[in-house]
């Protein structure tokens, strides 16, 4: 159990283009998402945490306006990175966590490789 | 807002030889410690975890430790094999339930 999936898993678009991210849980609720960008050979980076049905707040530095996230059910939350620029190149991960005993842990998707040429 | 410092930054071990990695943390308040490892190219998967209320935990070749006076928390793997070789975060959350991730370590495993 606690399968996250991300979609796409890469994706190559032109510099200006808006690009949306899928994140679901597909065999738990998940209360809560986060967002995090990874850079080559550097750590995750959280950009911003979603609940269900409210606003993502969104850790310092990081544009709300530039990276929009929706978390419209308890599985699927998107992150839409609009205008992409050369520099939002990067690794974008998901996570979700649950209800229950073990709410604090977190579970992966696999990942979004964005290339914005 | 939390700091995680991880050292060290590479690690080269002999097939068989014991790896640790070490974790400091700066708030207090932080409460749990999950241990990731990521492949190239794959996402973080969870390794062991640990709770600040005990001090140490172990599943196979793979043990955590807390020290919650001091801040520290390690990785511990033993017997290692080349399969092991990956990059590990150590990371830990407190009440927000949001995780700070170490820098990584590189870990290699020569055959």
């Known amino acids: 159990g606690a399968v996250v999936s991300q979609h796409p898993s890469r994706v190559i678009c032109k510099s200006g283009t808006s690009v949306k991210i899928e994140c679901r849980s597909l065999?738990?609720?998940?209360?809560?998402m986060f967002w995090y960008r990874q850079f080559p050979k550097q750590s995750l980076m959280l950009m911003a945490t979603?609940?269900?049905?409210?606003?993502?707040?969104?850790e310092q530095g990081v544009e709300k306006d530039k990276f929009l996230i929706n978390h419209a059910s308890l599985t699927l939350s998107t992150l839409t990175v609009t205008s992409a620029h050369p520099e939002d190149s990067s690794f974008y991960i998901c996570?979700?966590?649950?209800?229950?005993?073990?709410?604090?842990?977190?579970?992966f998707g696999p990942g979004t490789r964005l290339l914005v040429l | 807002g939390e700091n995680v410092e991880q050292h060290p930054s590479t690690l080269s071990v002999q097939e068989g030889d014991s790896a640790v990695i070490k974790c400091t943390y700066s708030d207090s308040a932080s409460n749990y410690f999950p241990w990731y490892k990521q492949e190239l190219g794959k996402r973080p998967q969870l390794i062991i975890d640990?709770?600040?209320?005990?001090g140490e935990k172990k599943d196979q070749r793979i043990a955590v430790t807390l020290n919650k006076t001091a801040k520290h928390f390690s990785l511990h793997i033993t017997e290692t094999q080349p399969e092991d070789s990956a990059v590990y975060f150590c990371?830990?959350?407190?009440?927000?339930?949001?995780?700070?991730f170490g820098s990584g370590t590189q870990l290699t495993v020569l055959p």
């Open positions: 640990i709770r600040s209320n005990v």
């Open positions: 065999d738990f609720q998940a209360t809560t």
């Open positions: 990371s830990s959350s407190g009440s927000a339930r949001q995780l700070t």
């Open positions: 979603s609940n269900e049905g409210s606003k993502a707040t969104y």
């Open positions: 996570s979700a966590s649950r209800r229950g005993p073990r709410q604090e842990t977190q579970y």
